[in-house]
């Protein structure tokens, strides 16, 4: 019972660490307590992506004059988008499996406490316990939906995203407690299939992480597809008693009491750490977070930790690129610590959002002299011809070397186009050497391009 190196958890930073060992010539084992994938496979990203595909589907459908094409009779079965969900989640799950059979890699399911001495005891779900030992121990825990006191959760009118991805019934109305990615990504779905949605946003912007341009742009097009917006607002207690819910929501003129069938709580995550063993072990946190250093060593030798239950950004990407780096530094390969300032965060509502580096706020906030260049959406031969004009392309650079600093995109399949944005960086680009990279026409990525020339006053279609 072992191995050279045991992950717990096998969402995208465990799984992906588990393999990417096993390629070094480890013996590896990972151990999970529900689904192989994680939440993101199986109650992330990948299905709330499969909802999202419905709800677009279905408003094309809806638009479908637009594109000089008639439709008649349209309708959406709630319970068969739900389920299509679900069975690309199912067709995930079994595709990690089959990558840990491939690459050797030993899958015990069960619960796992850490115990000092590189142990961990596995509980499985007949209730038999095993210890395991292993030279490198690896948490990959991951994370669950964060529960405010004023927004206890019961699963039936007061939802976490979980529950949210499996409604046994549409709702005819819905409050969005929070707008990063996870809520305005919910009230898109549910106000394309017809919910009346409500978002409350406690920061004066939505995706309040976003540049504020940004911000304001979403949240033009969201009500123009008739959601409702409260920003500066806050849900302070929840009525579920009667058929509905009421919440009572503090705002800068007063309270008021708004009613819906269904209010969901997405104000964040917090990491799943409780109860593994740290305490035990003596292992480090801060702030409801694993404490480590910039290549994911703990404070106790032989126990590592990566993903969303460390103190960085919280996304997929993220995890999996802690864990290639933990194990290959594990390995003694030369490798750098991951540029946190290089990490791009997308966001799947229509307009997607997507974004790397410095907000014009922050870099001001730096010390930055910049530029800045912007290129609509409307002025996109593609856009028009999509019919997805909503949007734009928005550059920062500094003034002094031209050094990109920061990529903010809200657009059609932007979530698409941002890794350019990211290698642009990575390379140290230019803006006149992005200016003079020819880009293909009509795609909307040479929006790209003219964003830099305007930056320099050499924009051609504005």
């Not at 779905?189 to 949605?197: D, I, N």
């Not at 007063?254 to 799943?272: M, R």
């Not at 990407?317 to 290959?328: D, F, K, L, P, W």
């Not at 001001?364 to 011809?385: D, L, N, T, W």
Request: proline fraction near 3%; charge should be neutral.
């Amino acid at each position: 019972m072992n191995f050279d190196i045991i992950v717990i958890g096998s969402g995208p930073g465990g799984y992906v660490t588990a393999i990417r060992a096993s390629q070094l010539g480890f013996k590896v084992a990972v151990i999970e307590k529900e689904s192989l994938g994680g939440v993101c496979l199986n109650w992330g990203c990948i299905p709330t992506k499969a909802l999202l595909k419905s709800a677009q589907v279905y408003e094309y459908l809806n638009h479908a004059k637009d594109y000089g094409i008639s439709a008649d009779n349209i309708k959406a079965d709630f319970n068969a988008v739900v389920k299509r969900s679900r069975d690309v989640a199912d067709g995930m799950s079994k595709g990690v499996q089959f990558l840990m059979k491939k690459n050797k890699i030993e899958v015990i399911m069960g619960t796992a406490k850490l115990k000092a001495g590189k142990k961990v005891s596995v509980i499985s779900a007949d209730g038999k316990t095993t210890e395991y030992t292993a030279n490198h121990i690896i948490i990959a825990t991951g994370a669950k939906s964060r529960v405010l006191p004023n927004l206890p959760q019961d699963g039936k009118k007061i939802i976490g995203y979980r529950d949210a991805m499996v409604l046994p019934n549409q709702p005819k109305s819905m409050i969005v407690v929070g707008s990063g990615a996870i809520g305005v990504e919910f009230a898109y779905f549910y106000a394309t299939m017809g919910t009346k949605v409500t978002i409350v946003e406690f920061m004066p912007n939505i995706v309040p992480v976003e540049d504020e341009e940004v911000s304001k742009q979403l949240e033009k097009s969201f009500k123009k597809v008739g959601i409702e917006i409260m920003t500066e607002a806050s849900v302070e207690s929840v009525d579920t008693k009667g058929v509905g819910c009421k919440a009572s929501v503090k705002t800068k003129t007063g309270t008021v009491t708004l009613e819906a069938d269904i209010v969901l709580s997405a104000v964040g995550i917090e990491a799943n750490i409780s109860g593994i063993g740290l305490e035990e072990v003596g292992i480090k946190t801060d702030k409801g977070k694993i404490v480590t250093d910039k290549f994911y060593v703990t404070n106790v030798p032989g126990y590592y930790a990566i993903g969303d239950c460390t103190g960085g950004q919280a996304l997929a990407h993220v995890a999996s690129a802690e864990g290639i780096t933990c194990v290959e530094k594990i390995k003694g390969l030369h490798v750098d610590p991951i540029d946190y300032n290089n990490i791009p965060g997308c966001t799947y509502c229509q307009p997607e959002v997507a974004s790397v580096g410095y907000t014009e706020k922050k870099a001001k906030e730096a010390g930055y002299q910049i530029k800045v260049g912007k290129f609509p959406f409307s002025a996109s031969g593609k856009a028009s011809a999509g019919g997805n004009k909503d949007g734009f392309i928005k550059l920062i650079f500094d003034a002094k070397y031209g050094e990109l600093l920061g990529a903010h995109f809200i657009g059609a399949n932007v979530t698409e186009m941002i890794a350019e944005a990211v290698a642009l960086r990575k390379l140290e680009t230019t803006g006149h050497e992005l200016i003079k990279t020819v880009h293909p026409h009509p795609t909307m990525s040479e929006a790209i391009m003219e964003a830099a020339a305007a930056a320099y006053g050499e924009v051609i279609h504005l």
